[in-house]
């Protein structure tokens, strides 16, 4: 054996295969005298990396977990030096994909970039106490529900030539960007209603041209972070817009994610729609909390949980019967557009069915702030979605 394999072993036997945090300190000690060992200890990482891939991985997830990975403070590592050394060496490993990744995987690597730039430089101690804590969790990662083949598999296609989003989604985009950014409701209610009709035919006509072209569309599935604090309600939130859009929706409160199944022009659906109402919402519940603080009361935290939960309550109902109303005004093609939906609705169940052969419900918590539920409905009435009011 040679002395760089020699070293590293030591190291990963001291720190990532036995219990307990005494070894981090002997193996980063190891390597922090092994310069020499720096490549190939690099090139274990990227393979630890590409087995969270066939484990069912991606990109976010992987930096997810990180985040909510504990702080091990007392062995010179933290969250924020765990996740730049994960994005560097994502970033690495899929360079021998080239072009053959899908968009998604694409999106999610150009949003890692800027956490792998240069950044100052650990004493070699730390590093290594980093980057076997990293290591460790790379190591330690179950399979889960894969969303789509690894990368470099058989059955993982390139995309088309010249492939880009459809116009229609970036107007879609560009209209809830604008509902976010402007500090008028009433106008913050006219770009959500203009982008929640365009969604809404935007699925319709996708699925009568996949009908009448015959087009071998098949559901597929996304992953959707849900964080702390007040997930219960962002994750109802996320089911409510999925529902609304024909797809199904599973939470991992473990992992902090839901997986989102459909057909992929649904999925993009949801995660624009989903994003902007969070981000309405919770600049709607900030503003509602400083009334309320204004007004003497200090019961914050129930107050933004009662907020949350009357929010997606009351806008899981909205968007229900906008969807209704959306299917209802494409009467001309009713007779052909009806079953088709039917036949997409069934399709998207029997797929989260195969993904998720085992599933529990969870009792949500009862509201103990009045004042927070009023708000949090009241907010959800000022979207507005399709032409309901």
């Not at 295969?17 to 390597?31: K, M, P, V």
């Not at 969270?52 to 985040?67: C, K, L, N």
């Not at 992992?255 to 659906?269: I, M, N």
Request: some cysteine; aromatic content about 6%.
């Amino acid at each position: 054996m040679d002395p760089v394999t020699e070293v590293i072993d030591k190291a990963f036997a001291a720190a990532l295969y036995a219990d307990g945090d005494e070894g981090l300190d002997t193996g980063a000690s190891l390597l922090a005298a092994a310069p020499e060992a720096d490549a190939e200890l690099w090139r274990r990482g990227e393979e630890l990396v590409r087995r969270a891939w066939e484990r069912g991985w991606q990109p976010a997830d992987v930096i997810r977990m990180v985040g909510r990975a504990r702080d091990d403070v007392a062995h010179g590592t933290d969250r924020d030096q765990q996740a730049r050394l994960a994005a560097e060496l994502i970033i690495s490993e899929t360079r021998r994909y080239g072009d053959t990744l899908p968009p998604r995987w694409r999106a999610q690597l150009a949003e890692l970039a800027p956490q792998a730039g240069p950044k100052p430089e650990p004493d070699r101690f730390s590093r290594a106490s980093t980057v076997l804590a990293l290591y460790r969790l790379l190591l330690r990662l179950p399979a889960i529900e894969p969303v789509g083949p690894a990368p470099g598999s058989p059955l993982h296609a390139p995309p088309p030539p010249g492939h880009q989003e459809p116009r229609i989604l970036t107007r879609i985009r560009a209209l809830l960007a604008k509902a976010e950014a402007t500090g008028f409701p009433e106008e913050a209610e006219a770009l959500t209603a203009k982008a929640q009709e365009l969604m809404a035919r935007h699925t319709i006509d996708e699925a009568l041209l996949a009908s009448r072209s015959h087009a071998k569309d098949t559901p597929g599935a996304c992953r959707i972070g849900v964080d702390a604090p007040y997930e219960t309600a962002k994750a109802i939130l996320l089911d409510a817009v999925a529902t609304a859009n024909r797809c199904r929706a599973v939470w991992n409160e473990a992992y902090g994610f839901s997986t989102v199944v459909g057909f992929e022009s649904d999925l993009e659906a949801v995660e624009l729609l989903h994003t902007s109402l969070l981000v309405q919402g919770t600049a709607a519940m900030t503003k509602a909390e400083a009334g309320q603080r204004a007004g003497g009361r200090k019961r914050t935290k129930t107050f933004r949980q009662a907020f949350l939960l009357a929010y997606a309550d009351r806008l899981g109902a909205r968007l229900a019967a906008a969807a209704e109303g959306a299917t209802a005004e494409a009467a001309p093609d009713a007779g052909e557009l009806l079953p088709v939906l039917a036949a997409r609705d069934v399709a998207v169940a029997s797929h989260a069915e195969r993904l998720f052969p085992e599933t529990s419900t969870t009792r949500v918590r009862g509201v103990t702030d009045y004042a927070g539920w009023v708000e949090g409905a009241a907010a959800a009435d000022a979207v507005r979605v399709g032409r309901a009011r």
